[in-house]
């Protein structure tokens, strides 16, 4: 191939390159956008979310209870714990909607399921985030204790900064048709 056919190949490649990110662009859920979007009535379920980074639930499990459904088993000082990874980018769907809270299914299946939310006092823009029913400081951070598959797991350090997004496409087609009542007059 000579020079110029590669160049406007190069050329071509990151065209593409960025109008598929472009396309693809993400955008932290907040209290704004749930406003929004409900506004619109556009059903919190009909949403595709995501989240933001990896999370990483654990649970120690006894030599008896190995067999388990998603996952592994992994051998940690000397005590079997099952991992279950949430990868960033991760699709998702609402499968229970709260006031301030939304419960986010990222497979299949009872009680597979993660809440994020926002506090009771929310402010602007607040950015809904993973709930846990217990913090718990370590030295790399916290821990969350959650109930997932019916079992307590704890959400790992750096988990506990999970955000929920949402596709910027799934915001800004959202529209609000409106309509004028033109009136009636007696004849």
Not at 50 to 62: A, K, N, P, T
Not at 98 to 124: A, C, R, W, Y
Request: hydrophobic residues 35%; contains cysteine.
């Amino acid at each position: 191939m000579t020079k110029s056919k590669l160049n406007i190949l190069a050329i071509i490649a990151i065209v593409f390159a960025m109008g598929a990110t472009s396309c693809t662009s993400m955008s932290f859920f907040t209290t704004d956008i749930r406003k929004r979007v409900e506004a619109d009535s556009v059903p919190l379920n009909k949403l595709q979310f995501y989240v933001d980074r990896d999370v990483e639930l654990r649970r120690e499990v006894s030599s008896a209870d190995v067999k388990v459904s998603s996952g592994e088993i992994k051998l940690v000082n000397g005590k079997y714990v099952h991992i279950i990874m949430l990868k960033k980018g991760t699709p998702g769907v609402c499968s229970k909607i709260h006031q301030n809270s939304l419960e986010i299914s990222f497979e299949m299946g009872d009680g597979k399921t993660l809440t994020f939310g926002v506090t009771g006092v929310t402010t602007p823009n607040e950015v809904y985030r993973i709930f846990a029913s217990e913090w718990i400081a370590e030295e790399n951070g916290k821990i969350g204790r959650i109930k997932y598959e019916n079992e307590t797991y704890y959400i790992q350090p750096g988990g506990e900064g999970a955000r929920l997004m949402v596709k910027k496409s799934a915001i800004d087609n959202s529209k609000v048709e409106t309509k004028t009542m033109k009136g009636v007059k007696v004849q």
